[in-house]
């Protein structure tokens, strides 16, 4: 070999370990690595895109007024993915029981069972929860939460993942749930009888503190926290209650001891101990504005003491509430929870449901179910989640199965006078080989039950909760992005579309555009655009906002078609904006 080949050989060498060494330094130095097994639902995403495709016969309407909830037939990664158009940053709390993995026909992947003696049994589970557990991210609210029930196959696995996914400073709880009352004697090692819960925040910051009830005294929480950053508040007008200081004008000033350092920066006037005006507050603050704007948004009671302007939020508690820590036994549907000093042992005598009381629950209702997760569970978990974000919360279960979470929000709304929705997404596969698809025939006739009423299996007829409900399918549209194709989307969109604004009932249903409407807001889709004069006609006494839908080929919004009655339109393209939300989760 010549001197210049040798140098020629030795170039390549040191370029290849230069380039192994860039590799290596975007690998993880710590974390969870696993073989990526592809996952044939989301293979077919580069070819057909999901949308939502009513079936009108399974509509449930019990009261027009009441929100509609939401049932989804379909693969979960098909319905999150549509879910991420219609519901982005809109869920308020999201309770799953994914499959646990154990090797014992729980577990399909790519319409297989995966058994124990699959060498890539972890990695299917990790490579499926993945794809899910992103797409569920987006959906939260930045003050939403995620639960999600797991036992000891893949609690450790999934601790990581969600590390990973949410970060490991969101990680707000792990519970421990007792899920009989007597462990099995089938148990090898260990009579096992406990299963976990993890929660996790789409950001702590802005998460309220989680709470099972409210306490009949009020305790006052300090707004300012040493040690944080400093940041400005924005207090609204006849909102913050004063202590200590007399009514009158106080000019922006700085108001500081030995710890503390708070800066008035607007003139503010004190009336019968009220502050007139808004203003605005400068410190080291616990609460960030989004987490005081939902306190004053729910109304709760914020007070200035003493001549420091610092500002507490005064809770009022109803019940029996003890801080969450890191372990936890829930012990009640009355929403008491309980500390455990030593993990391994717990109190006897358990309030929240069991699975045996969660096959009861079915067995009154005439369904047959493996491993449900009792009702009283996960009431007790979305009224923690939501003791402060009003009455309108949006409730996410991507792993519905039986219906439970549909079944918990429908009973919460008729104790605590609520509205919250629900969505709930679960395939129709068979269940367990026993004939019955658990879409169609246990989970849907579970929530139609609760909503109409029924005879249990006593004959007794037990009353309906109310409330509505649609029903969905995934369906698909080529992929291509031919024009053709995006025809196609614009018109398949429809239900998608009302789903993203909540409008269901029809006002105007033409070959050239259509108008759906709710209680208070209006939706109009446009699919031929010489329409659009004639739609502005049919919409100049339509009093509020109307999120308008134009068809176009392109991304092209027709703002000045609209410019007279722009304070009135909320304009998007379709179906790009549909298109652009699919190339970024399916690139």
């Not at 009352?181 to 090692?189: E, F, G, I, Q, V």
């Not at 009792?374 to 792993?399: E, H």
């Not at 049919?538 to 027709?558: N, Q």
Request: charged share 30%; hydrophobic share 35%; glycine share 6%.
């Amino acid at each position: 070999m010549s001197t210049n080949d040798q140098n020629l050989s030795k170039e390549k060498l040191l370029a290849e370990i230069d380039r192994l060494k860039k590799e290596l330094k975007k690998r993880k130095k710590y974390g969870l690595v696993w073989e990526d097994k592809p996952e044939e639902v989301f293979e077919m995403c580069k070819e057909k895109l999901p949308v939502l495709k009513e079936v009108k016969d399974k509509e449930i309407i019990t009261d027009k007024n009441k929100p509609v909830n939401l049932l989804i037939e379909g693969d979960n990664y098909h319905a999150l993915s549509v879910l991420n158009y219609t519901h982005a940053g809109k869920v308020d709390v999201i309770y799953i029981d994914p499959p646990y993995n154990t090797g014992n026909k729980d577990f399909i992947f790519n319409d297989n069972y995966v058994d124990r003696e699959d060498s890539y049994r972890h990695s299917k589970w990790l490579s499926f929860m993945e794809k899910r557990l992103k797409l569920a991210k987006n959906l939260l609210k930045d003050t939403g939460v995620i639960f999600i029930s797991i036992d000891e196959h893949e609690l450790a696995q999934l601790k990581m993942l969600c590390d990973e996914i949410f970060t490991e400073k969101n990680l707000v709880a792990i519970f421990t749930w007792v899920r009989k009352r007597k462990p099995s004697h089938l148990d090898t090692h260990v009579r096992k009888n406990t299963e976990f819960i993890i929660c996790y925040a789409k950001n702590l910051n802005y998460l309220l503190p989680l709470k099972s009830s409210l306490a009949e005294d009020e305790k006052p929480y300090p707004f300012y926290n040493s040690g944080n950053s400093r940041g400005v508040l924005q207090f609204p007008a006849n909102f913050v209650k004063v202590n200590g200081l007399k009514d009158g004008i106080y000019k922006p000033d700085e108001y500081k001891d030995k710890k503390t350092l708070v800066k008035l920066l607007d003139k503010i006037e004190i009336k019968n101990g009220l502050i007139t005006n808004s203003f605005r507050l400068e410190g080291e603050w616990r609460y960030s504005q989004k987490s005081l704007d939902e306190l004053i948004k729910n109304k709760e009671e914020i007070v200035i003491k003493g001549r420091k302007f610092k500002p507490y939020y005064i809770r009022k508690l109803k019940g029996n509430v003890d801080e969450l820590k890191n372990t936890m036994t829930i012990l009640g549907a009355t929403g008491k929870i309980k500390k455990i000093n030593n993990p391994e042992f717990y109190e006897a005598e358990l309030q929240i449901g069991t699975n045996e009381d969660a096959e009861q629950e079915l067995a009154y209702m005439g369904i047959k179910f493996n491993n449900p997760k009792p009702t009283s569970l996960v009431k007790f978990l979305i009224k923690i989640a939501t003791i402060y974000s009003g009455k309108n919360a949006i409730i996410l279960d991507f792993f519905a199965g039986s219906g439970t979470t549909g079944n918990a929000v429908l009973e919460l709304n008729r104790e605590d006078n609520r509205d919250h929705k629900f969505i709930l997404c679960t395939n129709n596969e068979n269940n367990n080989g026993n004939g019955y698809k658990i879409a169609e025939y246990i989970c849907y006739p579970r929530i139609k039950k609760v909503i109409e009423g029924y005879k249990n299996l006593k004959g007794e007829q037990v009353e309906g909760l109310g409330g509505n409900l649609k029903y969905f399918k995934t369906d698909f549209v080529d992929a291509e992005p031919s024009d053709k194709n995006k025809i196609r989307l614009t018109h398949q969109a429809t239900e998608m579309l009302c789903v993203k604004e909540g409008t269901f009932e029809k006002v105007i249903d033409n070959e050239r555009f259509k108008i759906f409407k709710n209680s208070n807001h209006y939706t109009g889709i446009i699919w031929d655009q010489t329409a659009i004069p004639e739609f502005k006609k049919v919409i100049k006494d339509i009093k509020g906002k109307i999120s308008v839908y134009v068809f176009s080929l392109g991304d092209e919004t027709f703002d000045e078609e609209f410019t007279d009655i722009k304070q009135k339109v909320k304009l998007s393209p379709i179906p790009e904006a549909i298109l652009r939300m699919y190339r970024g989760i399916f690139k």
